[in-house]
C-alpha cells in the first residue's frame, strides 16, 4: 500500500513541476547563490575561487555519488568515512614498503593507488553481504564498520599521523591537467559514470527497482543478492578513492581524521539534492548540486566573516527547508 | 522489517520459538554477565569498589543518551542530534554553572528539551524523515554550542555545588548513576506500565494502524522526540560536571554508539518492540569493554592500545546482530 502511495505522490509531483522537475528547485537556489555572490562578494569570479570551492566539494560528490545509488536501493551507508580512513592509512604503508615489503618506486606507488581502493571495496562488498544475505537492516549492518573501521586504521597506524612526501600522491592531490585539478577530474569521471550507469544501464534499472520495491524485484527473478552486494561495493570503492584524494591534499594520513563526519556530509549532499531517502529514485546530478550548494553556501558565508559555527546552523536551516520543500512537492 | 512482522504477526508460537525469543533478548545479559565473570577471574580489582563506582559514574551519561534513544527507536524513528545536542547542554550548563546546581542544570535540560522539540515538530507536523531532520539539527546544535561557546571549552565554577552532578557520591554511590538510575526507572515504568509506553511500541509497530486506532500518533512522536532531547541535555550537564568543562566538540558519535547499544540490547530499529533494561545492559557491554581493556593492558601480558577498543565494540555488534538474526529467523 506504501508502495502504492509512493508511486503515485512521484506522479503528482511530475505533474506539479512539469518545466523544472525535480530538479528544479535545486538549480533554482544554486542559481540564487551564485548571483548573490557574483553581486556581494568581492573577486567571486576568478578560476581562483571556481578551483578552491571544487577541490573542496570532490570528496563528499565523490562519496555522495556511492551513497545516491545505495540510498536508491532503500538503503544507507554510514560506513563511508572509516573505510576512507582505512584507504588513507594503508597507501603510505604501502608506498613506503612497510606493509608489502615492495621498496618505494614507480610500481610500489601504483600499489598503493590500487590496493587501498580494493581493500575499501572488500570492506563495501562485506556491507552489502551483511545487507543482503542476513537481511540485517543496512544502518546497523554498515554501523558495524563505522565503528571498526576507524579502529582498524587506528590500529594500523597506531594512530600516528603519517607524513609522506610522494611525487604520485603529490600530483593527485595538487596536480593539474589541462589548468584544472586532477581531483576535479576525477569527480567528473565518476559522476559522468555513475549518472550513464543509472540511467542507461540493466544494472541501473535493476538497482532503482529494488529501491522502489524489492519484493516485487525479486519475484520479477532480478538477483537482488548480487545487485546489492556490488552497490554497496561501488560505495566502498569510491570512499577508498576519496580517502586518497584527502590525505594526497594534505600530504599526511591522519586515520582519526580522515573522512570524520563524511557519511552525514554526503548524505545531507544526496538529501539537499532531491534523492529520497525511501529509496527507489537516485538523481546523481542533484546530488552533485546538492554538494556544491552546501559548499557554496559555507563559502559564501566565511568569504563575508560569518564564523564556521553559525555556518553549521545555517547549513541545518538549509537541509531542513530543502527536506521540507521535497515534501510539500511530494503532498496532495 | 520482516523480523518486525514476524514477531507480530505470528500468534502463539511453539515452545521452542519462545525460548529463541527469549535467548536473542536476554543473550544481552548473558554476555554481559560472562564479561563481568571473565574480568572477575582475570583481574584482582576489576569489581573492586574503586573500579565499579568509576564504570557506573563513567558510563552514566551514555546510558541517559541511548535510553533516550531506545524510545526514539521503538517508534520506528531515530535521532542522530543527541550526541551533539549534549555538547550544547555541557556549555550552556557550564555557562550557567556559577549560578548553582539548580540554574546549570535546568539550563542544560532546557538546551535539550529545545533541540527535541525542534526534531519532535519537524518530524510529527511537517512529517520530515527523522534521519534527515535529525541530522539537521545535529549539525545546528553542533554549531549553536561551538557558538556559545567561542570555539573553546567552557570551564565550570568550582564555588557551586554543580560539580556534585559529576564527581559527588550519595549513599556511596555516584550521583550520575544515581541519575541514570532513575531515568531507567521512570522509562521502565513508562513504557511498560503506561498508555504512552504502549502508545510508543504501537506506533513502532505500525504507525497507519496506531492512528486508525485513534491513538494520537502526532503527540506521542513530538513527546518522545522531546524526551530524548531532555536526556540528552541531561547527559551534557553530567558531562560538563564530570570534566569540568562544558565540550562544545564532545559528544561526537554518541548517537552511533547509543544505536548500538539498543540493538545490541535486542531493540528491533524497525520499531514496535524494545526493552528499557536490555538497553542498559547494551550500553554496561560496551561501556566495560573498554574497561576490560584497561585492564589487560595494566596487566602487562600483552598491550592492546585504546585504538582496539572501536575494533572490539564493532566485533561485539556484529557478533550480537548476527545472533539475533540466526535466532529470529529460526520460527520461519
Known sequence: MQELEIVASRRRLRLAM?????????????????????????????????????????????????MTMVIATGGIDLSVGSLMAIAGALAPLIFAGRLLGIGPGPFADVLAFFVPVLVAMAFGSFNG???????????????????????IAQVMTNGNLQAFHNASFHALGLGRVLGVPIQVWLMAVVVGLAAWAIRRTLYGRQLLAIGGNEAAARLAGLPVARITILVYAVSGLLSGIAGLIVIAINSSSDANL?????ELDAIAAVAVGGTALTGGRASIIGTLLGALIIQLLRYTLLSHGVPDAAALVVKAAVILAAVYLQQVGRAP | MTSAIDTISSGPRPRGNRHAALLQRQGVVLALV???????????????????????RYNAMFALVALGMGFVIMTGGIDLSVGATAALASVVSAGLSDVGLGA?????????????????LAIS????????????TMLGARGLALLISGNQSVSVSWDTSFTDLGGGDFLGFPIPAWIAGVAFVLGSVLLNLTGFGRAVLAIGG?????????????????????????????????????????????????????????????????????????????TLLLGL????????????????????????????????????????RRPS
Open chain 2, 206 to 282: 505500525n504507525e497507519e494502524a496506531a492512528r486508525l486506532m485513534g491513538l494520537p500518533v502526532a503527540r506521542v512522536k513530538l513527546l518522545v522526540y522531546v524526551l530524548t532531547g531532555g536526556l540528552a541535555g541531561l547527559a551534557g550537564v553530567i558531562l560538563a560536571a564530570q570534566f569540568g568543562a562544558g565540550q562544545p566538540t564532545e559528544g561526537q558519535g554518541w548517537e552511533l554508539f547509543a544505536i548500538a547499544a539498543v540493538v545490541v540490547g535486542g531493540t528491533l530499529l524497525t520499531g514496535g518492540m524494545g526493552s528499557v533494561g536490555f538497553t542498559l545492559a547494551g
Open chain 2, 289 to 328: 569493554i573498554f574497561n576490560i581493556l584497561n585492564f589487560e593492558n595494566g596487566k602487562g601480558d600483552f598491550t592492546l592500545s585504546a585504538y582496539w577498543q572501536s575494533v572490539i565494540r564493532g566485533a561485539f555488534l556484529l557478533l550480537v546482530v548476527l545472533l539475533q538474526n540466526r535466532l529470529a
Open chain 1, 129 to 151: 553481504w551483511l545487507v543482503a544475505r542476513f537481511r540485517i537492516q543496512p544502518i546497523v549492518a554498515t554501523l558495524v564498520l563505522f565503528i571498526a573501521g576507524r579502529g
Open chain 1, 18 to 66: 512539469p518545466r523544472g522537475g525535480p530538479l528544479g528547485g535545486v538549480v533554482l537556489a544554486l542559481a540564487i547563490l551564485l548571483l548573490f555572490n557574483l553581486v556581494a562578494t568581492p573577486h567571486f569570479i576568478s578560476l581562483q575561487t571556481l578551483y578552491v570551492n571544487l577541490t573542496q566539494v570532490t570528496t563528499i560528490v565523490i562519496v555522495a555519488v556511492g
Open chain 2, 34 to 56: 560472562l564479561l563481568i565473570v571473565f574480568g572477575a577471574v582475570r583481574y584482582d580489582d576489576f569489581l573492586g569498589l574503586y573500579n565499579v563506582m568509576s564504570v557506573l
Open chain 2, 104 to 120: 546549570g542544570l535546568a539550563a542544560g535540560i532546557a538546551a535539550g528539551l529545545g533541540v527535541g522539540l525542534v526534531n519532535g
Open chain 1, 258 to 262: 580522515v573522512g570524520l563526519g563524511m
Open chain 2, 125 to 136: 507536523r511537517a512529517r520530515l524523515p527523522a534521519f534527515v531532520t535529525t541530522l539537521a
